[in-house]
């Protein structure tokens, strides 16, 4: 049986085409959720006389008890997505079905295996819509004061792809006027399409975002000089929401630095890199 209900889209924000925020709120009130989750939205289809349900991350963090917010891409090929054609042609006020929250992938680890607190920086990598989860995760550590550091990376293609970057600009303006002992957040854009004639005044890190990771010939890496510091296993904690390409790319880089996977785990149970596939 499918547990889920009724809900009203209140918002929706189109940043392009292609792009779409929207909040939605459920009939029956916010349930509890954990931040890095998801949860199905169903729309009903005419031609199949049916609701379809499809996945989405959650965008919004559990601190926040109004809405649902979620960053949906407009799947157009080879022909067009099920459900996110409804949902480009759905307005305000419209009615679509929710599943319950769900996902222990991307939830965030408070703690190491020997019940110490786990103080080592966040990284989130998110690649185009794969940023989602890393928006609840930096309003959730921010307001919950969490004095770990915080990096958010986010990959897109073109500059109006960047669908969170006042919220993360701001963040980090805070940061610096608060002080780092704080609020610790820094966020890293990439842009992988710099030579497109739409991104000319992109002057910022090009590339996947994946090449935060890639070492030079001396060893450093971007994200190496982003930080002010050598990234290690004792030193930070990846998660990585996107393409398979995206968290291979990441993995890549760090495992000779000894970063593992939590499907492979060190003996102690310890990992360091967590991640959600497109699939
Ligand atoms: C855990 C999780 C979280 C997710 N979070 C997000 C998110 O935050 N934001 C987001 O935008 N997406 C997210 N997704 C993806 C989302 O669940 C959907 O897969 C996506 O929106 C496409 O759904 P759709 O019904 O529009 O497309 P579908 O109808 O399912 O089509 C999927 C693909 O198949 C192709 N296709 C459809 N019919 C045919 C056919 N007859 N022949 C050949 N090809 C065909 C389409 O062109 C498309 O490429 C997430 C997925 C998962 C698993
Ligand atoms: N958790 C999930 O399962 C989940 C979450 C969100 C979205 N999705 C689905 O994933 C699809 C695409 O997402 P999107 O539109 O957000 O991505 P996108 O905007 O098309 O791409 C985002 C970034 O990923 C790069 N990229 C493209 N293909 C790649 C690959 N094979 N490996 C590594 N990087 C790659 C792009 O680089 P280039 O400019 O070089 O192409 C770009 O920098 C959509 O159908 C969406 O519904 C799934």
């Given at each position: 049986?499918?547990?889920?209900?009724?809900?009203?889209?209140?918002?929706?924000e189109?940043?392009?085409?292609?792009?779409?925020?929207?909040?939605?709120?459920?009939?029956?009130?916010?349930?509890?959720y954990?931040?890095?989750?998801?949860?199905?939205?169903?729309?009903?289809?005419?031609?199949?006389?049916?609701?379809?349900?499809?996945?989405?991350?959650?965008?919004?963090?559990?601190?926040?008890?109004?809405?649902?917010?979620?960053?949906?891409?407009?799947?157009?090929?080879?022909?067009?997505?099920?459900v996110?054609?409804?949902?480009?042609?759905?307005?305000?006020?419209?009615?679509?079905?929710?599943?319950?929250?769900?996902?222990?992938?991307?939830?965030?680890?408070?703690?190491?295996?020997?019940?110490?607190?786990?103080?080592?920086?966040?990284?989130?990598?998110?690649?185009?819509?794969?940023?989602?989860p890393?928006?609840?995760?930096?309003?959730?550590?921010?307001?919950?004061?969490?004095?770990?550091?915080?990096?958010?990376?986010?990959?897109?293609?073109?500059?109006?792809?960047?669908?969170?970057?006042?919220?993360?600009?701001?963040?980090?303006?805070?940061?610096?006027?608060?002080?780092?002992?704080?609020?610790?957040?820094?966020?890293?854009?990439?842009?992988?399409?710099?030579k497109?004639?739409?991104?000319?005044?992109?002057?910022?890190?090009?590339?996947?975002v994946?090449?935060?990771?890639?070492?030079?010939?001396?060893?450093?890496?971007?994200?190496?000089?982003?930080?002010?510091?050598?990234?290690?296993?004792?030193?930070?904690?990846?998660?990585?929401?996107?393409?398979?390409?995206?968290?291979?790319g990441?993995?890549?880089?760090?495992?000779?630095?000894?970063?593992?996977?939590?499907?492979?785990?060190?003996?102690?149970?310890?990992?360091?890199?967590?991640?959600e596939?497109?699939?």
């Amino acid at each position: 049986m499918v547990s889920e209900t009724k809900a009203k889209i209140v918002y929706m924000e189109l940043l392009r085409e292609d792009l779409v925020i929207i909040r939605i709120v459920p009939e029956t009130g916010m349930p509890e959720y954990k931040t890095g989750q998801f949860l199905t939205i169903g729309v009903p289809i005419p031609s199949e006389q049916k609701i379809v349900r499809r996945a989405y991350s959650i965008a919004s963090h559990p601190e926040n008890r109004d809405y649902f917010e979620f960053v949906i891409r407009w799947v157009r090929k080879p022909l067009p997505g099920r459900v996110t054609t409804e949902l480009f042609y759905a307005n305000e006020g419209d009615e679509v079905s929710l599943g319950a929250p769900t996902g222990q992938e991307l939830l965030i680890d408070n703690k190491l295996p020997n019940g110490q607190p786990d103080m080592r920086r966040i990284i989130c990598v998110g690649g185009g819509t794969g940023i989602a989860p890393f928006v609840a995760y930096a309003k959730h550590l921010h307001d919950t004061g969490d004095k770990r550091q915080v990096v958010v990376l986010h990959g897109a293609s073109y500059v109006d792809e960047l669908s969170y970057k006042r919220l993360f600009t701001d963040l980090q303006d805070e940061s610096i006027e608060r002080g780092k002992d704080q609020w610790n957040f820094i966020y890293g854009p990439a842009i992988s399409r710099p030579k497109e004639f739409f991104n000319r005044s992109w002057n910022g890190h090009v590339g996947r975002v994946e090449s935060w990771f890639k070492p030079n010939k001396q060893g450093i890496s971007p994200i190496d000089e982003l930080v002010g510091e050598e990234v290690t296993p004792a030193n930070s904690k990846i998660y990585i929401c996107g393409y398979q390409g995206l968290i291979d790319g990441v993995i890549e880089n760090l495992a000779p630095k000894g970063f593992v996977t939590k499907d492979e785990k060190h003996p102690d149970g310890s990992y360091e890199i967590k991640y959600e596939s497109y699939g």
